[in-house]
């Protein structure tokens, strides 16, 4: 019998839902559980035994324990069978990484804590002011079908997260649909099972 999958954290995290459409990619069968870093008392004190800076997501496969989502993402594309999840192809695995990276860099920090987090509390939205570079250079750096090739890699699993808490806001989605390409590509991604399973609750309101 194999060992048990174990995934810690809130099912609003941009980086929890990352690695969720990862493993439902690849078939693995896993439990989820709640962690709620944003709680009065902040996470549950044993969590930071898993992981002592108290982020989300942390990965737990056997007595096997991670943390870091491209720890985790790479981890569960290696360690499972299933679909490939970076491209085969020198480059295009480099540009996977490199959509990665942008994600990390530019479209979490100003697109999601920039617009989305700001729209919620109906505060400004400095982000709003970079949407067209970030979305523009992202359109560029995107192939033909996914992001980063013709099959869905990780820099997908990245990117759609982030894009859908930015969609979710008014001026996100008018600046969002500017962009023909990554419009096409969210639509496809948002009928695979993965995303659909995963959803944020915030979908549902």
């Excluded at 870093?37 to 898993?50: E, K, M, N, Q």
């Excluded at 480059?91 to 987090?117: S, T």
């Amino acid at each position: 019998m194999s060992p048990s999958v174990e995934l810690f954290g809130a099912d609003y995290s941009v980086y929890v839902r990352i690695c969720r459409i990862v493993l439902a990619e690849k078939g693995v069968d896993y439990t989820l559980h709640p962690i709620d870093i944003f709680a009065d008392d902040g996470p549950p004190t044993d969590y930071l035994a898993l992981n002592p800076f108290g982020r989300i997501p942390s990965l737990r496969h056997g007595k096997f324990e991670l943390y870091e989502t491209d720890a985790i993402t790479a981890y569960v594309n290696e360690a499972f069978d299933g679909p490939e999840l970076m491209p085969r192809d020198v480059q295009a695995r480099a540009r996977a990484r490199q959509i990665m990276r942008l994600a990390d860099a530019e479209i979490y920090k100003h697109l999601v804590w920039g617009v989305f987090v700001p729209w919620q509390d109906k505060k400004a939205m400095p982000g709003l002011e970079r949407a067209d570079l970030i979305l523009g250079e992202l359109q560029q750096l995107a192939g033909e079908n996914g992001l980063a090739g013709e099959q869905i890699s990780l820099a997908d699993a990245y990117v759609y997260p982030m894009l859908t808490y930015f969609s979710m806001v008014p001026e996100g989605a008018a600046k969002l649909a500017e962009f023909d390409h990554l419009i096409e590509w969210m639509a496809q991604m948002g009928n695979r099972r993965s995303v659909i399973f995963s959803r944020f609750s915030a979908e549902n309101t």
